[in-house]
């Protein structure tokens, strides 16, 4: 179970991820923090790494596109952190650092801070500004237990992991709602004129 919270905003998650890789994901929406409107599920995602496909299936519509899944980002997340040298930076407008060790419900986590700068006249801005990215990475699990990102274009959103089972997921998470209708998307679609 994750939460995502902006100052305002907030929603929290299901996500699974069973021993052969496959990933579900809920989407909800985002309603106001200690309001009284209550979340609603508008998005169930199904990845399958080895089968390299993904199903986005809409609550509302009852519809799961199935796209062709690339688990580049995914496999790339989950490595484990490696220490940077001193002052390392990834690019000109790029700086990052390591944070240290932290323990996040019993579980030690590794952390490490982006912070990215904005040139004037890059995105129709007249002043430089800076967007910070902090994740505190469990080596062990291979996920993120807490990532904050803020910024002017942003806000401040913190992603938390509340609540985390070792066990082995229901395979019903992995299955396609019953009486959704399935749209390919892997395939081109035809020219219309």
């Not at 990845?47 to 009852?62: E, F, I, V």
Request: aromatic residues 8%; proline residues 7%.
């Amino acid at each position: 179970m994750g939460e995502v919270c902006g100052r305002w905003l907030a929603n929290e998650r299901h996500i699974a991820r069973d021993g052969r890789g496959r990933i579900y994901e809920e989407r909800w929406f985002l309603v106001p923090k200690n309001g009284k409107a209550k979340s609603e599920m508008n998005w169930i995602q199904i990845a399958d790494p080895k089968l390299r496909t993904q199903y986005n299936c809409s609550t509302q519509r009852h519809i799961c596109e199935l796209r062709t899944y690339d688990p580049t980002d995914d496999i790339t997340a989950a490595a484990p952190l490696k220490p940077l040298p001193a002052g390392a930076r990834s690019a000109d407008n790029v700086s990052v650092e390591d944070l240290g060790a932290r323990n996040i419900a019993g579980i030690d986590t590794i952390g490490r801070r982006e912070t990215i700068t904005v040139e004037a006249g890059t995105v129709g801005n007249d002043q430089p500004f800076t967007t910070l990215k902090e994740y505190w990475h469990s080596q062990e699990l291979g996920l993120n237990l807490l990532s904050v990102r803020s910024g002017p274009m942003v806000g401040k959103q913190t992603f938390t992991i509340t609540e985390l089972t070792a066990a082995e997921p229901d395979p019903q998470l992995f299955e396609l709602p019953v009486g959704y209708k399935v749209t390919d998307l892997r395939k081109n679609p035809p020219i219309s004129w």
